[in-house]
């Protein structure tokens, strides 16, 4: 994971110091319906926090975070070098979100 996250290029490195990134098994419960994940359903990361176009003066500080679950990536990237690159990919779309890129703008950048 840390060769995935050095890799990330600016911007999206710059804002790697603003959040933490954790690694679970798979989503909660709550996580799962928040996402409105089926059974059998699975995510490879998820942002939580405030993003930087939402902050306010006035907020308190909630701590942002990016969780990247493992499960689902190692059963669908076995091969540790496409491992690796799907990481990369999941946090800068999770970052992307931190920064308040929405789907459709990720997905023209390729960050999908």
Known sequence: MARALDSIPEPFAGALDEVVVVVEDEPSPTQRRELGLRPGEDVYGLFEG????????????????ITLFQIALEE?????????????????????????????????????
């Open 76 to 112: 669908d990237f076995p091969d540790p070098a496409e491992l690796e690159h799907e990481v990369r990919v999941t946090v800068l779309h999770e970052l992307g979100h931190y920064l308040g890129i929405d789907e459709d703008r990720l997905h023209e950048l390729g960050v999908d």
């Open 50 to 65: 405030v993003s930087r176009t939402e902050w306010a003066a006035d907020w308190t500080m909630v701590p942002n975070k």
